[in-house]
């Protein structure tokens, strides 16, 4: 008997017939002999309409309530599935984040789960039923209820795969797999057939949110294989794993775009050590990423450092930066909204060169400019406008021909 564990999206359960769907497919999973384990989302928008409502009482909303509010949404999702489960004739319990034994680290709303104990999980699955479980949500030791952070039903997915053992963790979704970019951006995307954990965890960080980077970094870890599929037809999706037989000839296996960020530029800041420091550490403790960091040559005892952050940071990382500039004795803060990243992702840039040059070749021939050029061993990332991106996507996809099947080896 295998054990099977199944994630639905938001889309996959956004009415009430689609929830029945899902039931249909769950059911016949069981009937094939296996023992099912799913774990669900919030109904189609849900976790937004939540948040517009929180941000209709006040634009900054206590992180403890948030994550109170939030996760409301999957415990929709778990009740209305295992009842339509007990409707087809399968014995189904659901179960909240917490009930399940999803323990977090405490942190409000970007939680990481710090431990799974799974034993109410696996009762319920060796007495029979399918257990139903809440995406996005566990409990910190001292009962909070904690939020993983906008797309973390993925990662309780993997995460209940591999403290069950299971044999298989599926994530149907929207779309029919992976593809070389997000197929709604550039329709000329090509589905992969298969990814390793590193391209996918690269991907995913850089914006494809077609699974949530920490899903990815915890399949890694306890080498679960995640089959990424769509809820809508049986077709064979992709699987995320450690090492591609397949596709081993190609340099770039995928595009990300992350849109909506705000560059941040600290001009003329004596250059003295400690003060990149100071920056960094101060809008680290406002609990705030930060993303691509340039520090301009230096020119008579002067630096300029520039950043870029998600553009729902501005307000916070602004108000840490106004004191801090006067306090450092720099000569002026400056922002810039509208900017995109994008970034060319594959294991095969190790051994290929001019990839770069092509990137920004691509680039120009869109007639995009470059703020910001950013690169590590398997990615390399440019700072562009946001009116630019749809262009500069369609322009780097068909210059690396990413829309072409690659012959695999035989
Ligand atoms: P779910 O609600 O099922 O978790 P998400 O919206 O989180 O679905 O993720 C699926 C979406 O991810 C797709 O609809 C697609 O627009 C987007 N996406 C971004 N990059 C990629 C990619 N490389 N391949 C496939 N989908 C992608
Ligand atoms: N419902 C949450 C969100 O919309 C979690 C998820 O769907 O994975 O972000
Ligand atoms: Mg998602």
């Known amino acids: 008997m295998g054990c099977i564990v199944q994630k639905y999206g938001g889309t996959s359960v956004g009415s009430v017939e689609r929830i029945q769907n899902v039931a249909q497919r769950v059911a016949r999973t069981v009937a094939a002999g296996n023992r099912v384990a799913v774990v669900v989302s919030a109904m189609g928008d849900t976790t937004d309409e939540l948040m517009a409502m929180a941000k209709q009482i006040t634009p900054y909303p206590s ?49 990481r789960i710090a431990a799974f104990n799974a034993n109410r999980v696996k009762e319920a699955l060796a007495a029979g039923n399918v257990a139903v479980v809440a995406g996005f949500q566990g409990a910190a030791a001292c009962g909070e209820i904690n939020t993983l952070g906008r797309g973390g039903s993925d990662t309780t997915a993997v995460a209940l795969a591999a403290a069950i053992g299971a044999d298989s963790c599926e994530i149907y979704t929207d779309v029919d797999g992976v593809y070389t970019i997000d197929p709604r951006v550039v329709p000329e995307a090509r589905k992969l057939v298969e990814i390793t954990y590193d391209e ?22 306890h080498g679960v294989i995640i089959h990424v599929r769509s809820s809508f037809h049986e077709e064979i999706g992709t699987l995320v794993k450690e090492d591609t037989a397949m596709e081993k000839g190609t340099v770039i296996r995928g595009i990300a775009c992350d849109e909506g960020q705000v560059k941040f530029a600290v001009l003329g800041v004596p250059d003295k050590p400690g003060v990149a420091a100071r920056i960094f550490s101060a809008i680290g403790q406002a609990g705030v990423n930060v993303d691509l960091i340039v520090q301009s040559i230096r020119r008579e005892g ?29 000569r002026r803060l400056q922002h810039q909204r509208g900017l995109a990243k994008i970034s060319v992702v594959g294991a095969g840039m190790i051994d290929n060169t001019g990839v770069a040059a092509g990137m920004f070749q691509a680039l120009a021939n869109a007639g995009v400019n470059i703020e910001i050029i950013s690169t590590s061993e398997i990615k390399i990332s440019c700072l562009i406008s946001d009116e630019g991106l749809i262009a500069a996507a369609q322009a780097i996809h068909a210059y690396f021909k990413l829309h072409e099947d690659v012959c695999y080896p035989e």
Request: overall charge negative; hydrophobic content about 50%.
């Open 63 to 111: 992180a403890r309530e948030l994550a109170m509010l939030l996760s409301t949404g999957e415990q929709v999702s778990i009740a209305l599935l295992a009842m339509a489960l007990q409707t087809l004739g399968c014995d189904a319990m659901a179960f909240t984040g917490s009930q399940a034994g999803v323990v977090t680290d405490g942190v409000p709303c970007n939680a």
């Open 200 to 221: 996918m965890l690269e991907l995913a960080s850089l914006g494809a949110n077609v699974l949530h980077p920490r899903s990815v970094e915890c399949a890694k870890e």
């Open 302 to 330: 002067e630096n300029d450092i520039l950043f870029t952050v998600a553009g729902e940071e501005y307000e916070k990382v602004h108000a840490v930066l106004e004191p801090l500039v006067q306090e450092l004795g720099a």
